[in-house]
């Protein structure tokens, strides 16, 4: 099997760079010939695919979302609407505790660690089962619960739901109520 930086290139291996970059490592490259093939002749199907761009559905079935999208949090105590961040660093989609319960979600059937960039240790965060509907489609997720009062977001959408879905986020198409909590640009 072919490794994936090499991705069947006869050249690969070798230990320098026929181009501008004379004393560069193998992995860097070999990333650096894939990127330029794909140039030179991108019609050429190499044997393997990252693993992150195979789980994607056809470009056909793709939404656009915006940076913020209204989400409906259905639970057994009724439907919440929230303005939601979704945030494509994020590998799962987090809820604030307050929304939880007033949604009527649980019981907590996991705990999850998980490291923040904010913060210095990780943290373990409680994960229930949500229903949530996102641009007029309705996901089943495991969702993980944590304090975000203090917080400007009370809902991240993480990639878990966005590769489910295939939504695309578009930054340019964001949310009216979003846009109108921005400041002004200070003039001097």
Do not use: W
Request: net charge positive; glycine share 6%.
């Amino acid at each position: 099997m072919t490794p994936i930086f090499t991705a069947g290139h006869p050249r690969s291996l070798e230990p320098r760079c026929r181009s501008r970059e004379k004393n560069v490592s193998r992995p860097r490259m070999t990333r650096l010939m894939l990127y330029r093939r794909s140039y030179i002749d991108p019609g050429r199907e190499t044997e393997r695919v990252h693993p992150v761009v195979a789980r994607q559905p056809a470009k056909g079935n793709r939404t656009a979302i915006g940076v913020v999208e209204e989400v409906v949090i259905r639970g057994s105590k009724g439907d919440i609407r929230v303005l939601a961040r979704v945030d494509t660093g994020a590998a799962r989609t987090s809820l604030d505790t307050d929304l939880a319960l007033r949604a009527g979600l649980g019981p907590v059937f996991d705990r999850v660690r998980v490291r923040a960039a904010a913060a210095d240790e990780p943290e373990e965060r409680d994960v229930v089962d949500a229903k949530i509907l996102i641009a007029g489609r309705e996901f089943d997720v495991a969702v993980a619960v944590t304090d975000r009062k203090d917080m400007r977001d009370h809902m991240i959408v993480g990639m878990d739901v966005l590769r489910e879905a295939g939504f695309l986020v578009d930054p340019s198409k964001g949310n009216e109520r979003e846009n109108h909590t921005k400041r002004a640009p200070r003039t001097p």
